[in-house]
């Protein structure tokens, strides 16, 4: 599991497919110096070739680079594609059994009056989910992280490449249930929305501090099961907080529909504002060429010769 | 969190700058850690000797810098240490802090030949 996509030994796999195309070191090549085995110089010199001698004296190089900057940079690529197709994507994350996928199928259907809604599915193994997700009738790709632990930017790079053509629509990212890893790898989302059910421990928030401070919203999912549990909600919701202030907070239940406009309503509005961005980059765009048009005109070029 | 992940990664800057600088072997590789990037250095330790395995790190000393985490305290308005992303202010005891340090997770320089 590679830090870029996660397909390290072959184990990633998007819609059954698998997926390891990556891997090509093609600067493999570039330095051959006549010696067969000193072609994967890069990739393997054991220790034993090290000590040759002729070889140069140590020195230091300083580099001072993300660990993650791969990640990183596919995550802007995302994030200028999602703004150039006009989608709102929000990176869903949670502990296994959160409730994600029951409350991701209740928003689609909540949502599907409204806009367009795809999801890109992670987990480890199974279709299951996007299965799932496809009965309602929205888009879904499923990636299989294998050994993985999480969705990383490439991944979903190449799920998206799976949905299109999509534009100005909602899409949901639901990662790999896991409170930890999904925490530190940005997709190119717009938000991170933590989904925590009170059938979990109030502290959650406190034990996973990570997951909190890098979400914007959280969704305290199943509060139709408060009456039957020893949850205390404010608690909860001050331990979040004292994570990450700025933390906003729905409650609702995807099975009984309760809270469930207030959630629907935060993802319109995010949406609405990720087509009106699209929409004026458009129109920046055209007015740009009518200018450099009328450029041309003034030059005694008509753009249709040019 | 994925420590083993974040060993790979490294792998995959040093061979980018292997074929970019020219060196052949890694001696030595000096990481900066913030004490609030999510990463169990012990977890680190072992997972980069496992991964250096079979490639031109393979038995290099791992050195990491470890960074304090720090966090502006809007209640009390000063800049506080943190150990922790919910410790309270140590001045005031509010949680409403904003980290400003303590998040590095960084390649800093490597020993190489």
């Given at each position: ?26 600067h ?9 085995h000193e072609?994967s ?128 629509a ?12 999904p925490?530190g ?17 109030e ?5 996973y501090?990570?997951?909190f ?57 995010g ?6 961005r ?29 | ?71 502006h ?38 020993e190489?030949?």
């Amino acid at each position: 599991m590679c830090t870029v996509c996660g397909c390290g030994e072959g184990s990633l796999s998007i819609d059954g497919a698998s997926h390891h195309h990556h891997h090509e070191h093609e600067h493999e090549h570039e330095h051959e110096h006549g010696h067969g085995h000193e072609a994967s110089l890069h990739y393997g010199k054991g220790p034993a070739h090290a000590h040759a001698p002729g070889l140069s004296q140590s020195r230091m190089v300083r580099i001072e680079q993300d660990i993650l900057a791969k990640n990183g940079a596919y995550a802007e690529a995302n994030r200028r594609r999602f703004d150039e197709l006009g989608l709102f994507a929000l990176n869903l994350v949670s502990s296994p059994g959160s409730g994600k996928t029951s409350l991701l199928t209740a928003s689609i259907r909540g949502l599907r009056s409204r806009m367009a809604v795809a999801v890109i599915e992670g987990d480890q193994q199974t279709q299951n989910d996007a299965a799932r997700i496809r009965d309602t009738g929205a888009r879904a790709v499923q990636v299989n992280t294998g050994k993985g632990c999480h969705l990383d930017a490439h991944m979903v790079g190449h799920a998206l490449e799976h949905l299109l053509p999509l534009q100005d629509a909602t899409l949901m990212i639901e990662n790999v249930g896991n409170l930890v890893c999904p925490a530190g790898f940005d997709l190119g989302e717009a938000h991170k929305v933590a989904v925590l059910s009170v059938t979990e421990g109030e502290d959650k928030p406190l034990k996973y501090p990570d997951m909190f401070h890098a979400a914007d919203l959280m969704l305290l999912n199943k509060v139709d099961l408060l009456p039957y549990l020893d949850f205390d909600v404010a608690q909860c919701i001050d331990y979040a907080r004292r994570i990450n202030p700025d933390l906003e907070v729905i409650q609702l239940s995807a099975t009984t529909g309760q809270g469930m406009e207030a959630w629907l309503d935060w993802v319109e509005a995010g949406w609405q504002r990720a087509v009106a961005r699209r929409q004026e980059s458009v129109a920046a765009l055209k007015q740009r060429i009518a200018e450099l048009e009328a450029r041309l005109e003034a030059a005694g070029l008509s753009p249709d010769a040019a | 969190m994925h420590e083993m992940s974040l060993c790979e990664g490294v792998i995959q800057v040093i061979e980018e700058q292997a074929s970019q600088q020219g060196f052949e072997r890694v001696l030595g590789v000096t990481l900066e850690i913030g004490a609030l990037a999510g990463v169990e250095l012990d977890a680190l330790r072992f997972c980069f000797e496992v991964v250096c395995r079979d490639t031109l790190a393979e038995g290099a000393a791992l050195h990491i810098r470890e960074r304090a985490g720090r966090a502006h305290c809007f209640d009390c308005d000063r800049p506080v240490e943190v150990a922790q992303r919910f410790d309270a202010c140590r001045a005031c005891g509010g949680y409403r802090l904003q980290v400003t340090a303590g998040e590095e997770l960084k390649i800093q320089e490597l020993e190489v030949e």
